[in-house]
């Protein structure tokens, strides 16, 4: 077999998007086209940058061309590129660039994380994200007092995983004028200890008090966050991604970086609104490269279940109140309008079922019945009943991730209660109503890993295999219906299904192999699969 180039190597050449040219014939291991009336083939045969052949491997070989390159996968598994239907990938990048916090498990535990990068960089603000409190043993936030601890006198502002709160140290209050008087903003609370004084606990448009206090990243930073992202997601499989709540100037560092074929993932982005005047007035657009793809805009209508901001019908189970509301409605429906009037897409974040209908509701209002828009609500996570059939009556799209159900079911009981338990991360009812689900990882508040979301779709368990009759089991979905959930469904939710999505002749060629057949393979053994491939456009991006 001619010698594969490392990913190391493809780094020592302009960039990951170099390629050889010819032919390139993948065969020896299963291969899943993801194509109903022939699920399985022999060979792939590609040429430039779309398939030319899926078959049998003697028929591949008499149509390649001679030299072409014959890549042996020697057991391994090839399927159609996985995509990421959701995620933010400056922020992918930039976790791996400051303090990750994604690994804290305790107050503690936090508390020496801090300490340990203020003794490393003792000058300056200090700014992590990626904790999540759900499972540490102190069953509570973290608190100014802890930063304080951790970092005495120094600005510190950690955001949780979920980008709905952010912790802030006394320092950094004082230095955004957050007292025990302020008010918190529309959309935000601000959490406060029993003495009246603020806790450091800002939720949602609360984190807003404290944006000043933090430099922003530099364009230089965001640009090596993105190629590091870009780096990073390839290394995992993924061959592209809809890349959520996108600033103006991350797209124009995105373009400039696949012009210089410095990135090669297919990314269709999803513009935050003070990003969104060129989508708005030109409806979506394409760069030169055919990788970068702006499709519409992205909308926030509550918080997070775990920080409480999740907009729900009835009060929490575990506290008062019912949640945020964060987009006004008539804010709200003029960019729906305005997304409309130019065919671009609107992509809503609603996790609480207040939220989703709401959501579903000023959907409605703004298509007027116009069913063929593919307009998104992003996670869909607790959904009445009476709610779930309108998605597929409306042509909406499901937009959801399966690790967010196999991480919140620890504490989702708690916030909801056991009588509407059965409304949280219900990928099979949609299905079965007939809904478009896109799964996706919304890393980088999960991992943005495509194993670890097949895994929590197939089998809803934990990642140590633990679970129990609150996680709902029946929720889970066959092995056919993840594939498409995670290679189809995204490609459909971008309106890319004719081009991706499945490995038939005259598609673009995305490809996607792991070491193990996710098809086959035990559970457990889904997560212990390792990247050996992935292609995009008909290029290498990645080899192991």
Not at 179 to 200: E, F, M, V
Not at 280 to 307: C, E, F, H, Q
Not at 361 to 383: M, P, Y
């Amino acid at each position: 077999m001619r010698r594969i180039l490392t990913l190391a190597a493809l780094l020592a050449t302009s960039s990951l998007g170099q390629a050889l040219a010819g032919d390139m014939l993948i065969h020896g291991g299963p291969i899943h086209t993801g194509v109903a009336a022939t699920p399985s083939a022999e060979a792939v045969l590609i040429r430039g940058d779309r398939i030319l052949f899926v078959g049998d491997l003697a028929a591949a070989k008499a149509k390649a061309a001679k030299g072409a390159r014959d890549i042996d996968l020697k057991g391994a598994a090839a399927f159609p590129g996985f995509v990421d239907a959701h995620a933010h990938l400056t922020g992918v990048g930039l976790r791996e660039l400051t303090l990750n916090l994604d690994r804290t498990d305790s107050v503690e535990s936090l508390v020496s994380a801090v300490k340990a990068y203020a003794a490393a960089h003792p000058d300056g603000p200090i700014f992590g994200r990626g904790w999540i409190e759900t499972h540490w043993p102190e069953k509570r936030f973290p608190s100014r007092v802890d930063l304080d601890r951790a970092a005495p006198g120094r600005v510190v502002v950690l955001e949780r995983a979920d980008g709905h709160a952010v912790v802030a140290s006394s320092a950094a209050l004082a230095k955004a004028g957050v007292t025990r008087d302020t008010a918190a903003p529309t959309g935000g609370q601000i959490l406060k200890g029993d003495d009246g004084a603020p806790s450091g606990m800002l939720i949602d448009h609360a984190q807003s008090l404290v944006e000043g206090v933090i430099p922003p990243p530099s364009d230089a930073l965001k640009r090596l966050a993105l190629e590091k992202a870009g780096a990073l997601y390839a290394s995992r499989g993924w061959t592209g991604l809809g890349n959520m709540s996108v600033a103006g100037p991350d797209l124009t560092i995105l373009r400039s970086l696949a012009a210089e074929r410095k990135f090669s993932l297919r990314v269709d982005n999803y513009m935050d609104p003070s990003g969104a005047a060129e989508v708005l007035a030109k409806g979506p657009t394409s760069d030169p490269t055919g990788l970068i793809r702006v499709r519409g805009i992205k909308l926030y209508m509550d918080g997070a279940l775990g920080s409480r901001g999740a907009a729900l019908l009835a009060p929490y189970s575990d506290a008062e109140g019912l949640g945020l509301q964060l987009t006004p409605y008539d804010k709200g429906l003029a960019l729906m309008k305005a997304a409309k009037a130019v065919k671009a897409q609107v992509a809503m974040h609603a996790i609480g079922d207040r939220g989703n209908r709401m959501a579903l509701d000023w959907f409605g209002e703004a298509l007027s019945g116009d069913t063929t828009a593919r307009w998104r609500i992003e996670h869909a996570q607790i959904v009445a009943d009476e709610d779930v059939p309108r998605f597929a009556k409306m042509g909406v799209i499901a937009s959801m991730q399966p690790s967010h159900a196999i991480g919140d079911l620890y504490f989702a009981p708690a916030r909801l209660g056991k009588d509407r338990l059965h409304e949280g991360y219900r990928w099979k009812d949609f299905l079965d109503s007939g809904t478009i689900v896109a799964a996706g990882s919304d890393a980088p508040v999960e991992v943005g890993d495509p194993r670890i979301e097949f895994y929590a779709a197939v089998y809803r368990h934990s990642l140590d295999g633990f679970a129990n009759a609150d996680w709902h089991l029946d929720e889970a979905v066959s092995r056919d219906q993840a594939l498409r959930m995670l290679t189809w469904a995204p490609a459909y939710a971008a309106f890319a299904e004719k081009d991706r999505g499945t490995l038939e002749a005259g598609k673009k060629a995305d490809v996607t192999v792991f070491s193990k057949d996710l098809m086959t393979v035990e559970p457990a053994q889904i997560l212990k699969a390792q990247t050996v491939l992935t292609v995009v456009d008909g290029k290498v991006v990645f080899e192991k």
